[in-house]
């Protein structure tokens, strides 16, 4: 493990690859590489388990939790989720309350996101504008990546 450290100190990664067995400490590992580097960070998972698992052990307080808009009840509907309230029909989100939006400013402000993979695929262009750039994308179950992306 004292190698990885070394590694997240060493001033300029480019990559880094950490193949560990489970509660070998690799969710924090991640949460303090993005801490370390002062620097935006997404951290993305290949199951909403797993970022519910992040949340659970990190908290409120370091990660901003984005989700899909599935996850979410609309404020102005709670018979649909968020992804097929009002809003989605060309009208605007027009309530302060929705909780998508919420975690989405969260998310704007936040200096850690936590998303999965497929929250991120629809939403990268607004998470990491030209003003409000990642600079650090740690990507759990990497292994998973080239199924949750294509």
Known sequence: MSWI?????????????ISAPTGSGKTVLAAL???????????LTATKS????YQSQLGDGL??????????????????????????AGLGCVT?????????????RSPVV????????????QLSGENNPVQ???LDEAHQAYNQLS
């Open 96 to 108: 302060p309350y929705c909780a998508h939006r919420q975690a989405m400013s969260s998310a704007l």
């Open 63 to 88: 990660l901003a939790d984005l989700r899909g808009a599935n996850a979410y009840r609309c404020s102005l509907d709670p018979n649909v989720d968020a992804a097929s309230g009002v809003c989605r």
């Open 114 to 125: 936590l998303t999965n993979y497929a929250c991120w695929l629809y939403n990268a262009n």
């Open 50 to 53: 797993l970022q519910t698992q």
């Open 136 to 138: 650090l994308l740690v």
């Open 5 to 17: 450290l070394d590694r997240l100190f060493d001033p300029e990664p480019r990559f880094l690859a």
């Open 33 to 43: 590489s993005s801490v370390l580097y002062n620097q935006r960070s997404v951290i």
